[in-house]
């Protein structure tokens, strides 16, 4: 039923539908089968379906970043936000941010351009594509003001959008001094003069950030495995930073 892939409701209709449904303490396990038949009607991979606060909705998983709701026999979907009412909270939102986390520590840090200011103390990774107009938002007005932090770079051109990305991120990558020479892209618009052809981790980066589920530049990664999208402001950075706690 290729409709349902276009189904979308409003946030408020489905948090309605969750305040009338009969709802229970404990979660209650999807049917076995359920996973398989929504993925046939959907004509789409589902990663996972799971129990909800809800008794006879289900939370169904596809491509990392999408949620959607569906009754015990799949045969209606709910696409919007899950809301406890009570908690005045967002069960989708969570589960979300739950969704696009990732262990930081295994992280291949090797293939990113290293940039240390103060003590280096604070630790953040931030994927960027070099000519992502966001992107160079979050250099000048956000990063930039930050002290005490070491930065991880992660160049992952995003040719669909910046074809020339990919070969100025092997030119950063190749220089003499990658973490002046990305100083000078962000800051300055020059690019270094004498790179060298070298091997770089570019096409790697890229496969790596598909694999987390990141789409769209800039994303910012922090040491409890947050991952957060956009050019944020400095105050954001700061808050999340100063939260984040590794993983154990």
């Not at 530049?217 to 947050?226: E, H, K, N, R, S």
């Amino acid at each position: 039923m290729k409709y349902l892939t276009r189904l979308m409701l409003a946030a408020g209709v489905l948090a309605m539908a969750a305040c009338s449904a009969q709802s229970s303490a404990t979660t209650e396990a999807p049917p076995k089968n359920l996973k398989g038949i929504i993925a046939k009607k959907l004509g789409r991979p589902v990663d996972s379906v799971n129990p909800t606060p809800v008794k006879g909705i289900y939370e169904v998983v596809m491509g990392k970043r999408q949620i959607i709701y569906t009754d015990a026999k799949g045969e209606y979907a709910f696409v919007g936000e899950l809301v406890d009412i009570a908690k005045q909270e967002s069960i989708t939102e969570k589960r979300m941010a739950a969704l696009m986390s990732t262990d930081f520590s295994k992280l291949p840090l090797a293939d990113a351009v290293k940039i240390v200011r103060g003590d280096g103390s604070r630790k953040l990774a931030v994927f960027t594509d070099l000519d992502c107009p966001f992107c160079k938002r979050l250099e000048q007005q956000s990063l930039a003001g930050i002290d005490n932090v070491t930065i991880y770079n992660f160049m992952m051109p995003l040719p669909q959008l910046h074809p020339d990305a990919a070969r100025k991120s092997a030119m950063v990558w190749c220089s003499s001094d990658p973490a002046a020479a990305w100083h000078n892209w962000f800051f300055e618009g020059k690019l270094p003069e004498n790179a060298s052809n070298c091997a770089n981790p570019v096409q790697r980066n890229m496969e790596l950030g598909a694999a987390l589920g990141i789409n769209g530049t800039p994303a910012l990664i922090f040491v409890d495995g947050q991952i957060v999208s956009g050019a944020i402001p400095k105050e954001q950075i700061e808050d999340l930073l100063n939260k984040a706690k590794p993983k154990k």
